[in-house]
T-cell receptor, first 110, second 113 residues
Framework: QKEVEQNSGPLSVPEGAIASLNCTYSDRGSQSFFWYRQYSGKSPELIMFIYSNGDKEDGRFTAQLNKASQYVSLLIRDSQPSDSATYLCAVDGDTDKLIFGTGTRLQVFP | DTGVSQDPRHKITKRGQNVTFRCDPISEHNRLYWYRQTLGQGPEFLTYFQNEAQLEKSRLLSDRFSAERPKGSFSTLEIQRTEQGDSAMYLC???????????FGDGTRLSIL
């Protein structure tokens, strides 16, 4: 059973700080890694994807991948109250489906 | 660029009734996926299509569930003889190719009375 693990949180950070969200996965064969943001009652919104070891930056977001440790993280710089949401980590399964973690709830307080 | 469209947004029905949901993917995407999400959980994979071919079905998809994508464009997901446990958000996503990012629609929230 392929698994994706996330701390459910909530992770509380002050406005302007860096939020660090972490995810581990069980399948060493996984090749594609995604972060989705989900506001309460809404559908998941893709914010980052990464395929290779190392860092990938897009605006205030940085995705980090370490395949040897089976670990992927998302950093959000200059966190804003509008970033408050649940962040879902997703990993490709043995076919084209995605396997999701249960999500980490982020709260950014003013 | 039009995103993934799902209809209806909300469906309330009585236990035992049949329901059908529709998904229109992003126009140039040939892969279409269905997921189900319950409160406090991440989305769970149900099935996916490449063009009109259904390539995989999850064990979660009992015989009461059927999905089609007859012309390789829109897809329908039908649930027959609905049960209380079918209450969830049903999410559709599409992508341009294997391994590429999947983009989700707004979902259909199903409530079983």
């Amino acid at each position: 059973q392929k698994e994706v693990e996330q701390n459910s949180g909530p992770l509380s950070v002050p406005e302007g700080a860096i939020a660090s969200l972490n995810c581990t996965y069980s399948d060493r064969g996984s090749q594609s890694f995604f972060w989705y943001r989900q506001y309460s009652g809404k559908s998941p919104e893709l914010i980052m994807f990464i395929y290779s070891n190392g860092d990938k930056e897009d605006g205030r977001f940085t995705a980090q991948l370490n395949k040897a440790s089976q670990y992927v993280s998302l950093l959000i710089r200059d966190s804003q109250p509008s970033d408050s949401a649940t962040y879902l980590c997703a990993v490709d399964g043995d076919t084209d489906k995605l396997i999701f973690g249960t999500g980490t709830r982020l709260q950014v307080f003013p | 660029d039009t995103g993934v469209s799902q209809d209806p947004r909300h469906k309330i029905t009585k236990r035992g009734q049949n329901v059908t949901f529709r998904c229109d993917p992003i126009s140039e995407h040939n892969r279409l996926y269905w997921y189900r999400q319950t409160l406090g959980q991440g989305p769970e994979f149900l099935t996916y299509f490449q063009n009109e071919a259904q390539l995989e079905k999850s064990r979660l998809l009992s015989d009461r569930f059927s999905a089609e994508r007859p012309k390789g464009s829109f897809s329908t997901l039908e649930i027959q003889r609905t049960e209380q446990g079918d209450s969830a958000m049903y999410l559709c996503a599409s992508s341009s190719a294997e391994g590429q990012p999947q983009h989700f629609g707004d979902g259909t929230r199903l409530s079983i009375l």
